[in-house]
């Protein structure tokens, strides 16, 4: 069987896109997940192509093969882990920029191009491709639209699904199915290219987007507010939106969190302070924009406001945001890492939430938070050496999308569902809008190929 | 068979919700779209409540009745036409605002509640709901949902698609169905929510949306632009989008619609351009942009630049631009208007285009554009009492779309497919893509009983 597949792929593929050696495949059966079961691949396919993925589609539906497409595997959910038996097919190798647009505002490019060099490409443009995920450095596009991944900038600038005009779509028999548009707007039919949004690898295979881009912003000025509560900041995230100022970041970081990047990285981030609020503005005058935040977060409780001086301080200040999650995941051997979004105004009742499942579980959460969208990333932070704290941070990490729930929030603002939250979504969703969505599934996918086993 | 879904209905609505008399049903016949036939509906039913429209549905699905959706009519597709012995659905009654939100940045609304009341409503709150339509007078929430409705504000704002959040549908049978969130972000399973939008109530009956606001920004600042050609104002359209300026609004009106609009309203507008520009900014300093639009009008060859001296003079520039359609309404005894959208780059091809298609059928064809986004209505005039002059509209307003696919645009930027574009909407999308489109609608209506013969 197996043999009849790499020999059929073969057949329509160069022999440096097939991967067959079993160290190697190793490598491709995983995203950065944990909990999250991965099979063993049968082959791993590196197309260069639209034919290539074409043939290797074609392949997999005439043998019954299922298909497991791939980005770069920074996704948090298990939505890009192999299956047994499975065609890992990777498309990290399809990333050439085709087009770049100062009138249309658009780019064209393909699924495998790494989201910095995107933003990159279209900076010396004097454009910008605002989605910015933690993982830009390492993370492509098609893997961005497939988990409709966001970042610092939504707050201000949105998702991915915001940017995304139009597809090239290969689905799983193989036909090319177009969608979209390159215009501005454009309303002919129904919108399959938002379904494919966030669909993670369910629907079909991105081999071509067409993104909307923004006129590059002036370079942001940040300040950081120090806090002496989680309610308190939260209020301050409440009163800054609802004074009708949009900041180009909101973010969050509890006082788990400061106390591990300190100890990563001794940024001197003050270790008494149990929320660090940081807000950003790209606006024509950043710093009336900062001083008016600053008077709101004084006015809601800060112990300290500190406006940067200057652009390179600010990217100071951001970096010690970026380096959260590496910092928490040194705090022990592994860490799981919660999407939750709520409501702005019940941001409070979720940090104070999870403080009290920590304690409960006796584990260590730090949160950090794309504040401003209220979407919260508590990271339970576990020995899984150990198989009782294993055990109480997959409860935990459970207990907090169930808190998230209850506030009126979705289990996933930007990371997906994947294998890791499957059980949950029907919660979320309720069986009416699950048994409408297995059955769009069937429409795309009638042999169940695609990314089998991921999010329902 | 109509007595037995009268009394059906009867059974589950109050008596006031149920219109059975000819000649007013004959007045819900119909929206604003010529060309498209409209059948006579066996009853329209008017109903205020969730569970009202769930009877409907549920009472229409036992005894396989089509139903058609409908808000106030303004559409321009021949979406909301009755087809014989349907029931008409009109939600103009469920007209609620339900909740205004300035910390979460939402309105929840019932879909009968009219563009205009939301705005207005949000607007004394401090917010902004920019999709506006220009019937965005009478035009209602539901309306622009299922058209995903545009207006002047997308060059700046973009389309309704943009701002829906979350929706509650009945569902063909009955049951309802929630998609979306409540939350800034949100990627649990496929995204429905968008799916719905511009679905012209094929899939389901939109009873509750929660949509996203914006800070109000800023009253904005106009100029308006002389130009002797299409060509030249096309050409400032893009060197103004290429500067990375966004303008709150940037409309286009050619010649004919000039003249019409003097014609009507005195206006004083130069009766011997060929082309004028409306811009306008929303910024922190207008006048400088428009200072800057200015400068980049004259080198793209403008003969005259006027910059409004205020706010009231900027309202009556764009008043002149509102009253287009209604001003080339009087040319003739009807207007087909067309909505392609294509490639900013693209636009002086189109208008020359349009220009050629005028003179081959010897009719009057006026050209108002959303110009920054590349979106034209051409609005075909003609005398629908002359066979012939018919017959050469029919053909121009085919003909025009056409030139758009051409020039890689679409059949529709904002208002829909309906009856009007169906033969051209496989044109536009192609096999594929149309199967997949009524896979899709079988999953949400398997009977095929929400607006048939709709779309596609």
């Known amino acids: 069987m197996r043999d009849e597949l790499i020999s059929a792929l073969a057949a329509g593929l160069p022999e440096d896109t097939l991967v067959t050696d079993p160290d190697v495949m190793a490598s491709y059966a995983r995203d950065m997940a944990s909990f999250s079961p991965a099979g063993a691949p049968a082959v791993v396919v590196l197309p260069r192509t639209v034919e290539q993925v074409r043939h290797v589609m074609r392949t997999a539906t005439a043998l019954r093969v299922p298909v497991v497409p791939q980005g770069a595997r920074t996704g948090l959910s298990g939505a890009a882990n192999a299956v047994d038996g499975c065609v890992v097919l990777s498309l990290t190798r399809m990333d050439r920029i085709l087009e770049i647009d ?3 505002r658009i780019a064209v490019a393909e699924p495998g191009v790494v989201n910095a060099v995107l933003s990159r490409a279209v900076a010396e443009r004097g454009l910008y491709y605002p989605p910015d995920p933690s993982s830009w450095e390492q993370c492509t596009l098609g893997g961005n639209i497939g988990t409709g991944a966001g970042g610092l900038c939504c707050v201000k600038y949105g998702v991915t699904a915001e940017y995304v005009l139009g597809l090239d779509v290969v689905l799983a028999d193989g036909r090319l199915l177009r969608t979209g548009r390159r215009t501005a707007k454009g309303v002919a039919g129904y919108d399959l290219t938002r379904l494919f949004v966030g669909s993670e690898g369910t629907l079909g295979i991105v081999v071509k987007a067409v993104v909307a881009l923004r006129p590059a912003p002036p370079r942001q000025l940040a300040l950081v507010a120090e806090f002496g509560s989680a309610a308190a900041a939260s209020d ?3 009163r800054i939106m609802e004074s009708g100022r949009t900041p180009s970041l909101l973010e969050l970081m509890d006082g788990t969190t400061v106390r591990a990047v ?3 990285a001794r940024m001197g981030l003050p270790e008494s302070t149990e929320a660090l609020l ?3 503005f790209d606006t024509a005058d950043p710093a009336a924009d900062l001083a008016a935040v600053g008077a709101v977060c004084e006015a809601a409780g800060a112990t300290e406001v500190v406006p940067a001086a200057d652009a390179a301080e600010s990217e100071m200040l951001l970096q010690a945001r970026r380096l959260s999650l590496t910092a928490l ?5 592994a860490t799981m890492i919660d999407d939750v979004c709520v409501p702005r105004g019940r941001l409070g009742d979720m940090l104070d939430g999870v403080a009290a499942i920590a304690k409960k579980y006796d584990l260590t959460i730090g949160v950090c938070a794309h504040a401003g969208d209220g979407n919260t990333h508590p990271v339970v932070c576990f020995d899984a050496r150990d198989e009782d704290e294993t055990r109480r941070a997959r409860e935990s990490f459970d207990e907090i999308m169930e808190l998230g729930l209850g506030l009126g929030g979705t289990i996933t603002g930007e990371h997906g569902v994947g294998l890791l939250k499957k059980d949950w979504l029907a919660r979320e969703l309720g069986p ?3 048994e409408l969505q297995r059955g769009v599934k069937a429409v795309f996918d009638p042999l169940g ?5 991921k999010v329902f």
Chains 1, 2 share one sequence.
């Open 278 to 280: 940081l807000a950003a």
């Open 262 to 264: 300190n100890a990563m």
């Open 329 to 333: 995941e040194r705090v022990s051997t």
């Open 449 to 453: 190929l695609l990314n089998p086993g």
């Open 432 to 434: 009416t809008a699950v």
């Open 102 to 104: 100062p009138v249309e």
């Open 236 to 238: 301050a995230i409440c």
